[in-house]
C-alpha cells in the first residue's frame, strides 16, 4: 500500500519538538480522502470528518497510531489510517488536529468538476464483503426507532452523544460508513483489540443485529 506525502509537508513530520504542527497544514494530507471541508468520500471510503466531536477524533487517531485500531486484516482502510496517523508526531499535534476538524462545518457538498464528483483514489471494490451494504427489506424508520432505545442510554435520545459516556453523536455521518462500522464491530473486525475499551462495548452490543436491524437504524437515525 502506497501513501503519498508532498515532500513540504513530510518535513513538518519530523520527530523532535514536542509543539504541535499546525493543524491547518497538516490537514492538507487528510483532505486528500476527507475532503478539504471534511464532507468524505464514499469512493476513497473516507468518511465525513466535519461535525465529529474533537475528543472523539482524538481518541481515533490515538486508538490507530496506537495500533489499537486497523490492525485487522479485514480493516485495509483502518490499516491505511494507522500508517498515515504516524504523521501526528506528538499528542500536541493529535488535539490540534482534532479541534480544527470539529471546527468544521457539516454539510459540504462532494466537490465536481463538469458535474462529477472529484476523486483521486479507487472505488471500495476490492473489499467485496463489505463494500455494499443490503438488507433483506428498505430499513423502516418506525422499527429503527423501537431498536434505537438500547443505543439512545449511550448515543443520547437524539443522537447527539455524550463524552461522559465515551459515545459519539451519530448524526452527520454517512449512513454507509455507520453500516460498515457496525458490521466490523459484529464480526470482530473492530473492538476486539487490547485495550479498545469502548470498542469492546460496541462489539458486545452489535452482537444482537442483523443487516435488517442495521437498516432500520441508520433510517430512524437519518431523520434526527
Same mark, same amino acid.
Given at each position: 500500500?502506497?501513501?503519498?506525502?508532498?515532500?513540504?509537508?513530510?518535513?513538518?513530520?519530523?520527530?523532535? /519538538?514536542?509543539?504541535?504542527?499546525?493543524?491547518?497544514? %497538516?490537514?492538507?494530507?487528510?483532505?486528500?480522502?476527507?475532503?478539504?471541508?471534511?464532507?468524505? /468520500?464514499?469512493?476513497?471510503? *473516507?468518511?465525513?470528518?466535519?461535525?465529529?466531536?474533537? &475528543?472523539?477524533?482524538?481518541?481515533? %487517531?490515538?486508538?490507530?497510531?496506537?495500533?489499537?485500531?486497523?490492525?485487522?486484516?479485514?480493516?485495509?482502510?483502518?490499516?491505511?489510517?494507522? +500508517?498515515? /496517523?504516524?504523521? $501526528?508526531?506528538?499528542?500536541?499535534?493529535?488535539?490540534? %488536529?482534532?479541534?480544527? +476538524?470539529?471546527?468544521?462545518?457539516?454539510?459540504?457538498?462532494?466537490?465536481? #468538476?463538469?458535474?462529477?464528483?472529484?476523486?483521486?483514489?479507487?472505488?471500495?471494490? &476490492?473489499?467485496?464483503?463489505?463494500?455494499?451494504?443490503? /438488507?433483506?427489506? =428498505?430499513?423502516? *424508520?418506525?422499527?429503527? *426507532?423501537?431498536?434505537?432505545?438500547?443505543?439512545?442510554?449511550?448515543?443520547?435520545?437524539?443522537?447527539?452523544?455524550?463524552?461522559? %459516556?465515551?459515545? =459519539?453523536?451519530?448524526?452527520?455521518?454517512?449512513? &454507509?460508513?455507520?453500516?460498515?462500522?457496525?458490521?466490523?464491530?459484529?464480526?470482530?473486525?473492530?473492538?476486539?483489540?487490547?485495550?479498545?475499551?469502548?470498542?469492546?462495548?460496541?462489539?458486545?452490543?452489535?452482537?444482537?443485529? $442483523?443487516?435488517?436491524?442495521?437498516?432500520?437504524?441508520?433510517?430512524?437515525?437519518? $431523520? #434526527?
Amino acid at each position: 500500500m502506497l501513501v503519498c506525502v508532498a515532500p513540504a509537508a513530510a518535513q513538518m513530520y519530523a520527530p523532535g /519538538s514536542g509543539d504541535a504542527v499546525d493543524p491547518e497544514a %497538516l490537514y492538507e494530507v487528510c483532505a486528500f480522502c476527507h475532503g478539504p471541508e471534511g464532507q468524505g /468520500s464514499e469512493r476513497l471510503d *473516507a468518511p465525513a470528518l466535519a461535525g465529529m466531536e474533537a &475528543w472523539y477524533v482524538e481518541r481515533q %487517531l490515538h486508538n490507530f497510531r496506537d495500533r489499537t485500531r486497523g490492525m485487522h486484516p479485514g480493516d485495509l482502510t483502518g490499516l491505511q489510517m494507522s +500508517i498515515v /496517523s504516524g504523521m $501526528t508526531r506528538n499528542d500536541a499535534t493529535i488535539r490540534a %488536529l482534532a479541534e480544527y +476538524i470539529a471546527a468544521m462545518e457539516p454539510g459540504a457538498g462532494l466537490e465536481t #468538476l463538469n458535474g462529477e464528483p472529484v476523486t483521486t483514489g479507487r472505488p471500495y471494490v &476490492w473489499h467485496s464483503d463489505y463494500a455494499e451494504f443490503t /438488507s433483506p427489506e =428498505p430499513g423502516d *424508520a418506525e422499527r429503527g *426507532a423501537r431498536a434505537y432505545i438500547t443505543c439512545g442510554v449511550c448515543h443520547g435520545p437524539n443522537g447527539e452523544g455524550n463524552e461522559a %459516556l465515551a459515545a =459519539p453523536k451519530l448524526t452527520d455521518i454517512q449512513d &454507509w460508513y455507520q453500516a460498515r462500522q457496525l458490521r466490523y464491530f459484529k464480526d470482530g473486525i473492530r473492538g476486539r483489540s487490547r485495550g479498545d475499551i469502548y470498542g469492546a462495548q460496541m462489539a458486545a452490543m452489535s452482537m444482537t443485529l $442483523t443487516d435488517q436491524t442495521i437498516a432500520d437504524l441508520l433510517a430512524y437515525i437519518d $431523520t #434526527l
